[in-house]
Nanobody, 117 residues
Framework: QVQVAESGGGLVQAGGSLRLSCVASGSIFRIAIMAWHRQAPGKQRELVASLTSGGSTNYADSVKGRFSISRDNAKNRVYLQMNSLTPEDTAVYSC???????????WGKGTLVTVSA
């Protein structure tokens, strides 16, 4: 069993910052990719940022220059630093953990980020 838990969401004013954290625990030995997705009300879930075990990153165009993803491999943790937040960033942010083994994809339950105008 693998558990994925996010934390750090909350209410912030436009222009502010938040840092999300995600930790994977349980029977996962090697993590290939850790990523953040988000789903805003009435919209499809979208990839926000991802980070491979080799250090390659990928960001959605809408967050480039404002968000930064990082990870602590030893602790199976991934972070999302979000700066210059806008109301359009309001969403439930979910963490994805993907291992090297086929089919080893795990999701957290998500953490709500609300940005007020």
């Amino acid at each position: 069993q693998v558990q994925v838990a996010e934390s750090g969401g909350g209410l912030v004013q436009a222009g502010g910052s938040l840092r999300l954290s995600c930790v994977a625990s349980g029977s996962i030995f090697r993590i290939a990719i850790m990523a953040w997705h988000r789903q805003a009300p009435g919209k499809q879930r979208e990839l926000v940022a991802s980070l491979t075990s080799g250090g390659s990153t990928n960001y959605a165009d809408s967050v480039k220059g404002r968000f930064s993803i990082s990870r602590d491999n030893a602790k199976n943790r991934v972070y999302l630093q979000m700066n210059s937040l806008t109301p359009e960033d309001t969403a439930v942010y979910s963490c994805l953990v993907q291992g090297f083994a086929y089919g080893s994809v795990y999701w957290g339950k998500g953490t709500l980020v609300t940005v007020s105008a």
